[in-house]
Each structure stands twice: as structure tokens, then as C-alpha cells.
């Protein structure tokens, strides 16, 4: 599967920025898309997730700030961000999670993300 996700760059605190992300090429059902984030020094972590039947999933500290959406007839992932922080900085990831598979497994794995899109929140 090939994944591209676009729409970083620069933005002051408290501004707005929306991520997005096409898929293609996928040899497998997709069950679910996700948009993962790392900082500097930091781990990889999960921002939110979507399902096919349109579930969504934020880690706690980013409800009500971020939201996912996806137009499935584009094969494109959303992310929303508003009243975007400095600690909101990082490389922004998507990931699909095919059929059959856990978000866990997805992680262990390299076949299921695309290039990363760079967030930079600073005045």
C-alpha cells in the first residue's frame, strides 16, 4: 500500500492545521485508518483512529481538538487539528490497519505507513 500524507508545515499556538492522506495500491481489505505522531526525543504515539463503519478513537489528551474523518470514495484519510500547541510538534504519520489485524500488529509492522508530514506549532 502506498501512503502520503500532506498538509504540514509551520503554525503559530492556537492555530488550525489539516492533515490529510490517500491511500493506494492496497492488496488487502482495509479495515481502519489512523493517524500516528513522534516528537523529538519521543516515541511514536497514537493520535486517532477511524474504522470502516466510521468508529473513531483519540488518545485522551487530543479530544476535543483533533478530529479524524475520511472520505472512503477518495481513499482519504483527515485530520483536523485545532488550537494546535508547541507540544503538538512532531512528524505526523498514517497507517491503515488491513482486516483481520489489531492496531498493535500494525505497529510491529513497516508495511502499513506512509511518509511522514512535518508539524512545527511556534511563534
Known amino acids: 500500500v502506498q501512503l502520503q500524507a500532506f498538509g504540514g508545515g509551520l503554525v503559530q499556538p492556537g492555530g488550525s492545521l489539516r492533515l490529510s492522506c490517500a491511500a493506494s495500491?492496497?492488496?488487502?481489505?482495509?479495515?481502519?485508518m489512523g493517524w500516528y505522531r513522534q516528537a523529538p526525543g519521543k516515541s511514536r504515539e497514537l493520535v486517532a483512529t477511524?474504522?470502516?463503519?466510521?468508529?473513531?478513537s483519540y488518545a485522551d489528551s487530543l479530544k476535543g481538538r483533533f478530529t479524524i474523518f475520511r472520505d472512503k470514495t477518495k481513499s482519504t484519510l483527515y485530520l483536523q487539528m485545532n488550537s494546535l500547541k508547541p507540544e503538538d510538534t512532531a512528524v505526523y504519520y498514517c497507517a491503515v490497519r488491513p482486516y483481520g489485524s489489531t492496531w498493535g500488529d500494525v505497529e510491529g509492522s513497516s508495511d502499513y505507513w506512509g511518509q511522514g508530514t512535518l508539524v512545527t506549532v511556534s511563534s
Open positions: 495500491g492496497s492488496g488487502f481489505r482495509i479495515a481502519g
Open positions: 477511524i474504522s470502516n463503519s466510521g468508529r473513531t
